[in-house]
T-cell receptor, first 116, second 113 residues
Framework: DSGVTQTPKHLITATGQRVTLRCSPR?????VYWYQQSLDQGLQFLIQ???????AKGNILERFSAQQFPDLHSELNLSSLELGDSALYFC???????????????FGPGTRLTVL | EDQVTQSPEALRLQEGESSSLNCSYT??????LFWYRQDPGKGPEFLFT???AGEEKEKERLKATLTKKESFLHITAPKPEDSATYLC??????????????FGKGTKLSVIP
């Protein structure tokens, strides 16, 4: 158990709909990262938040957005869903980057999104 | 653009048959190279971080090594429970105090009893 929690585990919805995925980082971690994993693309970085502020953006579509709240949990919002958005969505967290020893990202169990 | 290539894509081993997985990378300003293990339908599980060429780390039957262009994950006398997908990722500075991970597509290891 990495200490990162994600809800829900599974989500089935229809095209055009909007969903919200939730992530709680490990205790003490300030950074939250979101990733998308599909069969053909592998793990793709979407976005990072650090202590409530957006820190970096990767391959995130304009239909997707995220935020990190004062209690450090994060939500990933996916709107106008398309069939191709079906994938596993992972959240990861890492400690404040004080030194090399804190580089590791620890992943949650993921949310499997199916768009029908 | 940072690139990570893992080979082979899939590997079948008999129990006890040692082998190595390869991760070659192209990155500007490598800060760390990470190995993760991922079981089907689950989140990646952290295994190792390597920071500089020549560094080695071991954990049970796994040993990771790093050169300036690639990393190897050596599996000694594997057991069926070692079956998983092994992911390699490089971490580099991406601006504004952020260090991003770029993942390879993984090597799916199957260990046959």
């Amino acid at each position: 158990d990495s200490g990162v929690t994600q809800t829900p585990k599974h989500l089935i919805t229809a095209t055009g709909q909007r969903v919200t995925l939730r992530c709680s980082p490990r205790s003490g971690d300030l950074s939250v990262y979101w990733y998308q994993q599909s069969l053909d693309q592998g793990l793709q970085f979407l976005i990072q938040y650090y202590n409530g502020e957006e820190r970096a953006k990767g391959n995130i579509l304009e239909r997707f957005s995220a935020q990190q709240f004062p209690d450090l949990h994060s939500e990933l919002n996916l709107s106008s869903l398309e069939l191709g958005d079906s994938a596993l969505y992972f959240c990861a967290s890492s400690a404040p980057d004080r030194d090399r020893a804190n580089n590791e990202q620890f992943f949650g169990p993921g949310t499997r999104l199916t768009v029908l | 653009e940072d690139q990570v290539t893992q080979s082979p894509e899939a590997l079948r081993l008999q129990e006890g048959e040692s082998s190595s997985l390869n991760c070659s990378y192209t990155v500007s300003g490598l800060r760390g190279l990470f190995w993760y293990r991922q079981d089907p339908g689950k989140g990646p599980e952290f295994l190792f971080t390597l920071y500089s060429a020549g560094e080695e780390k071991e954990k049970e039957r796994l040993k990771a090594t790093l050169t300036k262009k690639e990393s190897f994950l050596h599996i000694t006398a594997p057991k069926p429970e070692d079956s998983a997908t092994y992911l390699c990722a490089v971490q580099a500075y991406s601006g504004a105090g952020s260090y991003q991970l770029t993942f390879g597509k993984g090597t799916k290891l199957s260990v046959i009893p």
